[in-house]
């Protein structure tokens, strides 16, 4: 290189202002331009490249090397870097940053002038340094410039400088060389810069993740865990997932804040003292009354002296106290009850499960002999727990005096330490009422009676009437009955044999009932000899038995004919006599479209399979080659050949050997709904074998396969406008399905054949069911597998498939297809995907995928189901698209790139949601404004005034400006589109 040459070069160096890219998803492992020291990379020949040292702005050295021998022919030279660690690297970046000049600008040069030098790496464990051998290394690429300069550009000082980046991998060995070959170039090479991906440390949702380096495979995601951060704790796993660019996808899960600490800019705080948090849910809230807290992360607040908190009271509660004694106690009494009334307590406590006991003292003339009444008093309802202010007592002995203590109690009463008070009534029967008897004598038993008597008892008016309580010893306190005579006797009848019964008795005269006498115990006998007057009962009973018996049997019988004869004469209708019933509830069928008939309605299933298939004579089948293998059997291609026709390639499905009779049946459903299906966009049936083996489903052949395989094989080789037409023939199908009120439930490209001519065509009805007479029904399944990926929520969460299930199924498809057969949701788990959708996370656009395709799938996504859309709405769409190829030329990927520019020159496609419209006109800080003003739709918004723009909370007045500019261009959009007649 000359001197002069050399000068320019240097002093063209020296006007360079260089800037380190730190991005904080890249690990740099070389940067020249922070070495300080000598970098010590070695040249082949010694006189090819030369290392210049030059200073920048910051006056910081900034190490070069550059080459420029072109005067001379056949050049091959070498640079060669240092032995570099690739640390925890898979696939590694190189940035160069250099100049060149154009040779046409270089005076006397020969042909042999290039504008290019070439990129090589060389994999080694050995840190050591090795003998330079450029066999040995591996080229990356041939490194040509964008601008190159010239000797005009020299004088003026004028730098060109081109930066390229190339991606190297995967790397397996701990480090690697890189090396430059200059084949007779005038070249400076300025920087170079080593680095690799990283999706870095993160905190998201109170959850920490580390440093994570993506995986080779551009398809695959890692999946990584999150901790939560100090004080918190998980509600759900907290994951994020690692994409190959070093950027965090899809966040799952979540950590909340725990009991005492609630989140205050992505960190947990204590709540402060008088405030408490007892549910990870919630935020700190301020004591409820009579309670406190005087530390921080209080949990739970603390009760006042006085008060408190029950067992079952939660946290958020105020604390509550034992109420105040009822008040206004009163009492009525006539000749049989007695009724205490009060009124509720002056001070309930604060709380509302109030209650009221009542504690009855019988006492004697002298008031301090007092002792609990006998268990002779009856309370009804009861005498604790009573939740009514009233009570009423029976049984009482005459002339007794009765003492009455009412207390209320509350959740708490049993907390206080203080004793309870009570409101305390005496009460006194003596109004020369009836005497109780003394005792009773069993004259005589047998298995069903007992024959009782008792001494008359001593009293001034006579007795009215005799009442005998009796109940089962066995069931005391259960239920009792009871029976009455005016004699001193009785013969209780209707009891159980060898059985111990109690006994009591009372009188009744004019001045009320007595209590009752102490109880008695008696047995009857187990002697069955005497049956007198209670066999005729028994034979009555029996006889009616036997009778009611013999009248369900028969009425059983004559439901069961009636039923069957009806379900038989339903599995005789035809399909014409179902598709007329089906019109006459008021269900008509779109015109030009015959009804489904669902093969389940038929008794016997071969009748369904005989009406709506051809039955094939099996010597016209020629089996060829097994082509897979199915759910009942193997599935083979082969030859049909048909009288008076040209043979025809078709698929077999064949029932495998050993079967039962309830897989035939499933075998030929499948076969009996395909045969009802005549569209250019449905799998054609042939025909069935049924009346040899192996029983046999005869289809059309679809050479190229499913659509799921055939598009990974040729992944890249189609257009766009073929993609969209395959996309179309798949909804033409879907479309023929819906009107015919017919869900196919497992729509996918797996499920989606194709033929040698690229149509595709919707197969598999192994899932699919029938729609109600309602068009916009919905089927409810009873069980089996559910493709989670493919589903929409609405059938995953509650089993309810629809025509707007389909929908979103055609979705994922459209995404399938855009991406040429990538497994939806990646690696992630069936129970993530679920999670994910739940939380509002949708696919993003394939790479290559139009805006408007996106924009179709998105609205297939829609949660609510009935703003999906219909499949004639997506034909129409897709027809459009096809009509117009310039709609498919703008890309997501495209316009997520876009700088700053004028964005009313867009042409926003009809199925975008306000979210997306403001990410597309950059100004997406403000999605969560439009929503909580109202302006949930793009109808909505292209309406907004200048003013409405305000109130959503846009200060800035760019910002402003720059919305309502771009609502004038949605609105123009917007009546273009309904002036055309599409609108979805």
């Given at each position: 290189?000359?001197?002069?040459?050399?000068?320019?070069l240097?002093?063209?160096?020296?006007?360079?202002?260089f800037?380190?890219?730190?991005?904080?998803n890249?690990?740099v492992?070389?940067?020249?331009?922070s070495?300080l020291?000598?970098?010590?990379?070695?040249?082949?020949?010694?006189?090819?490249?030369?290392?210049i040292t030059?200073m920048d702005e910051?006056n910081?050295?900034i190490h070069?090397?550059?080459v420029?021998n072109?005067?001379e022919?056949n050049?091959n030279?070498?640079?060669h870097?240092?032995?570099i660690p690739?640390?925890?690297?898979?696939?590694?970046?190189?940035?160069?940053?250099?100049?060149?000049?154009d040779?046409n600008?270089?005076?006397?040069?020969?042909?042999?002038?290039?504008e290019?030098?070439?990129?090589?790496?060389?994999e080694t464990?050995?840190a050591h340094?090795?003998k330079?051998?450029?066999?040995l290394?591996?080229?990356?690429?041939?490194?040509?410039a964008?601008e190159s300069f010239?000797?005009?550009d020299l004088?003026?000082?004028?730098?060109?400088?081109n930066?390229e980046?190339?991606?190297v991998?995967p790397?397996?060995r701990?480090?690697?060389?890189?090396a430059f070959q200059?084949?007779?170039a005038c070249i400076?090479?300025?920087?170079?810069r080593?680095?690799?991906k990283?999706?870095p440390?993160?905190?998201?949702?109170?959850a920490?993740?580390?440093?994570?380096?993506p995986?080779?495979d551009?398809?695959?995601?890692?999946e990584?865990?999150?901790?939560?951060?100090d004080?918190a704790e998980?509600?759900?796993?907290?994951?994020?997932?690692?994409?190959v660019d070093g950027a965090?996808?899809?966040?799952?899960?979540k950590?909340?804040?725990?009991?005492g600490?609630q989140?205050?800019?992505g960190t947990?705080?204590?709540?402060?003292?008088?405030f408490?948090?007892?549910n990870?849910e919630?935020?700190?809230?301020?004591?409820?009354?009579?309670?406190?807290s005087?530390?921080?992360?209080?949990?739970?607040?603390?009760?006042e002296?006085?008060?408190?908190?029950?067992?079952?009271d939660?946290?958020?509660m105020?604390?509550?106290r034992p109420?105040?004694?009822?008040?206004?106690?009163?009492?009525?009494?006539?000749?049989t009850?007695?009724?205490?009334?009060w009124?509720?307590?002056?001070?309930?406590?604060?709380?509302?499960?109030?209650t009221?006991?009542?504690l009855c003292?019988?006492?004697?003339?002298?008031p301090s002999?007092?002792?609990?009444c006998?268990?002779?008093?009856?309370?009804?309802p009861r005498?604790?727990g009573l939740?009514?202010?009233?009570?009423?007592?029976?049984?009482?002995?005459?002339h007794?005096?009765?003492t009455f203590?009412i207390e209320?109690?509350?959740g708490?009463?049993?907390?206080?330490?203080?004793p309870r008070?009570?409101?305390?009534?005496t009460?006194?029967?003596?109004q020369?009422?009836?005497?109780?008897?003394g005792g009773?004598?069993?004259d005589?038993?047998?298995?069903s009676?007992?024959?009782?008597s008792?001494?008359?008892?001593?009293?001034?008016?006579?007795?009215?009437?005799?009442?005998?309580?009796?109940?089962?010893?066995?069931h005391e306190?259960?239920?009792?009955?009871?029976t009455?005579?005016?004699?001193?006797?009785?013969?209780?009848?209707?009891?159980k044999?060898?059985?111990?019964?109690?006994f009591?008795v009372?009188?009744?005269t004019?001045?009320?009932?007595?209590?009752?006498?102490?109880k008695?115990?008696?047995?009857?006998t187990g002697?069955?000899?005497?049956?007198?007057?209670?066999?005729?009962?028994v034979?009555?009973?029996?006889?009616?038995?036997?009778?009611?018996?013999?009248?369900?049997?028969i009425?059983?019988?004559?439901l069961?004919?009636?039923g069957r004869?009806?379900?038989?004469?339903?599995?005789?209708?035809t399909?014409?006599?179902?598709?007329?019933t089906?019109?006459?509830?008021g269900?008509?069928?779109?015109?030009g479209?015959?009804?489904?008939?669902?093969?389940?309605t038929?008794?016997?299933p071969?009748?369904?399979?005989?009406e709506f298939?051809k039955?094939?004579?099996?010597?016209r089948?020629?089996i060829e080659?097994?082509?897979?293998?199915?759910?009942?059997?193997e599935?083979?291609?082969?030859?049909l050949r048909t009288?008076g026709?040209k043979?025809i390639a078709?698929?077999?499905?064949?029932?495998?050997?050993g079967?039962?009779?309830?897989?035939?049946?499933?075998?030929?459903?499948?076969?009996?709904?395909?045969?009802?299906?005549d569209?250019?966009?449905?799998i054609r049936?042939?025909?069935v074998?049924?009346?040899?083996?192996?029983?046999?489903?005869?289809?059309?052949?679809?050479e190229n396969?499913?659509?799921d395989?055939?598009l990974?094989?040729?992944?890249?080789?189609?257009?766009?406008i073929?993609?969209?037409?395959?996309l179309?023939?798949?909804?033409?199908?879907?479309?023929y399905?819906?009107?015919?009120?017919?869900?196919?439930?497992?729509l996918?490209?797996?499920?989606?054949?194709?033929?040698?001519?690229?149509?595709?065509?919707?197969?598999?009805?192994?899932?699919?069911?029938?729609?109600?007479?309602d068009p916009?029904?919905?089927?409810?399944t009873?069980?089996?597998k559910?493709?989670?990926r493919?589903?929409?929520p609405?059938?995953?969460?509650?089993?309810?498939f629809?025509s707007?299930?389909?929908a979103?199924?055609?979705?994922?498809?459209?995404?399938?297809?855009?991406?040429?057969?990538?497994r939806?949701y990646?690696?992630?788990?069936n129970?993530?995907?679920?999670?994910?959708?739940?939380?509002?996370?949708r696919l993003?656009?394939?790479?290559?995928?139009?805006v408007?395709?996106?924009?179709?799938m998105?609205?297939?996504?829609?949660?609510?189901?009935?703003?999906r859309?219909k499949f004639?709405?997506?034909?129409?769409?897709?027809?459009?698209l096809?009509?117009?190829?310039?709609s498919?030329?703008?890309?997501v990927?495209?316009?997520?790139?876009?700088p700053e520019?004028p964005?009313?020159?867009?042409?926003?496609?009809?199925?975008?949601?306000?979210?997306?419209?403001?990410?597309?006109?950059?100004?997406s800080?403000?999605?969560s404004?439009?929503?909580?003003?109202?302006?949930?739709?793009?109808?909505?918004?292209a309406r907004m005034?200048?003013e409405?723009?305000?109130?959503?909370?846009v200060?800035?007045?760019?910002?402003?400006?720059?919305?309502v500019?771009?609502?004038q261009?949605?609105?123009?959009?917007l009546?273009?589109?309904?002036?055309?007649?599409?609108?979805?």
């Open positions: 290189m000359s001197l002069r040459t050399r000068s320019c240097l002093s063209l160096f020296l006007g360079v202002v800037s380190r890219l730190s991005l904080c890249q690990v492992l070389l940067d020249t331009t070495v020291g000598e970098l010590g990379w070695k040249t082949y020949p010694i006189n090819g490249w030369d290392a030059v910051h910081r050295p070069t090397f550059q420029c072109v005067m022919p050049q030279n070498w640079l870097s240092n032995w690739r640390q925890a690297a898979h696939r590694i970046y190189v940035e160069l940053r250099f100049t060149l000049r040779c600008s270089i005076p006397w040069v020969s042909g042999t002038c290039k290019t030098f070439n990129l090589f790496y060389h464990d050995d340094g090795i330079f051998k450029p066999p290394f591996t080229k990356i690429d041939t490194i040509a964008d010239t000797q005009m004088g003026d000082r004028i730098l060109k400088l930066t980046v190339r991606e991998g790397i397996s701990k480090g690697f060389y890189l200059d084949i007779g400076a090479l300025v920087s170079v080593v680095y690799y990283k999706c440390f993160t905190l998201i949702n109170l920490s993740f580390p440093d994570t380096v995986r080779v551009s398809t695959s995601l890692v990584v865990r999150g901790a939560c951060i004080h998980e509600k759900e796993t907290p994951k994020l997932f690692c994409g965090w996808l899809v966040p799952l899960g950590c909340v804040c725990s009991v600490y989140e205050v800019g947990c705080v204590a709540c402060r003292p008088g408490y948090k007892a990870p919630t935020n700190c809230t301020k004591c409820p009354p009579h309670s406190f005087y530390g921080e992360g209080a949990f739970v607040c603390r009760c002296k006085g008060f408190y908190r029950a067992k079952k939660p946290p958020t105020a604390c509550t109420p105040s004694p009822p008040r206004n106690l009163m009492f009525s009494m006539n000749d009850c007695l009724m205490l009334e009124t509720p307590p002056l001070d309930t406590g604060g709380r509302r499960d109030l009221y006991n009542v003292k019988r006492c004697s003339p002298e002999r007092c002792q609990l006998e268990e002779e008093l009856r309370f009804l005498p604790l939740t009514n202010t009233t009570v009423t007592i029976v049984d009482f002995a005459a007794a005096n009765y203590e209320s109690l509350n708490v009463s049993g907390l206080s330490s203080f008070q009570v409101a305390i009534i009460v006194s029967t003596d020369g009422g009836p005497s109780r008897v009773l004598k069993k005589w038993a047998s298995p009676s007992i024959a009782l008792w001494q008359q008892p001593e009293q001034m008016l006579p007795v009215a009437e005799y009442e005998i309580k009796y109940y089962e010893k066995e306190q259960l239920s009792y009955s009871s009455r005579t005016k004699a001193p006797s009785v013969i209780v009848s209707g009891l044999p060898a059985t111990w019964y109690v009591s009372r009188t009744r004019a001045g009320g009932h007595s209590s009752y006498s102490p008695f115990e008696y047995q009857t002697d069955s000899s005497d049956m007198a007057p209670d066999q005729g009962q034979l009555v009973i029996a006889t009616a038995s036997v009778g009611g018996f013999t009248l369900l049997i009425l059983t019988l004559f069961l004919i009636t004869c009806q379900w038989y004469f339903k599995a005789k209708m399909s014409e006599d179902k598709r007329r089906t019109c006459q509830n269900h008509v069928p779109f015109p479209v015959k009804t489904y008939v669902d093969p389940d038929y008794e016997d071969t009748q369904a399979v005989h298939t039955e094939i004579d099996p010597p089948i020629r080659r097994v082509i897979g293998a199915g759910e009942f059997g599935v083979c291609s082969g030859r009288p026709k043979e078709v698929a077999i499905k064949t029932l495998k050997g079967y039962v009779e309830h897989q035939r049946r499933d075998f030929l459903r499948e076969a009996s709904i395909m045969g009802q299906f569209h250019p966009n449905i049936l042939e025909g074998v049924t009346k040899s083996r192996p029983v046999m489903i005869v289809v059309e052949y679809m396969g499913s659509l395989s055939f990974r094989q040729h992944d890249g080789h189609f257009t766009v073929q993609l969209v037409g395959m179309r023939g798949i909804a033409s199908g879907m479309k399905l819906s009107d015919m009120g017919y869900i196919h439930r497992d996918a490209a797996r499920n989606t054949l194709v033929n040698s001519n690229l149509v595709c065509k919707v197969s598999d009805f192994g899932l699919s069911r029938v729609l109600e007479d916009e029904a919905a089927y409810t009873t069980g089996g559910i493709p989670i493919w589903t929409a609405e059938a995953i969460a509650y089993r309810k629809s707007a299930s389909d979103w199924s055609y979705g994922i498809v459209m995404w399938e297809v855009m991406s040429y057969g990538e939806p990646w690696e992630m788990s129970q993530d995907v679920i999670l994910s959708i739940e939380e509002g996370y993003p656009a394939p790479m290559g995928c139009p408007a395709l996106h924009q179709l998105l609205h297939c996504w829609q949660k609510e189901r009935n703003h859309p004639t709405d997506i034909v129409t769409f897709l027809d459009k096809i009509r117009n190829p310039s498919l030329l703008p890309l990927e495209d316009l997520q790139s876009l520019s964005v009313e020159e867009m042409d926003y496609p009809m199925f975008i949601s306000v979210g997306d419209w403001l990410d597309s006109i950059k100004m800080q403000y999605k404004s439009f929503m909580a003003a109202g302006f949930n739709t793009l109808d909505s918004v005034s200048i409405d723009v305000r109130r959503t909370g200060e800035l007045i760019g910002h402003q400006r720059r919305i500019s771009c609502i261009t949605l609105q123009l959009q009546l273009h589109e309904q002036e055309k007649g599409f609108h979805v």
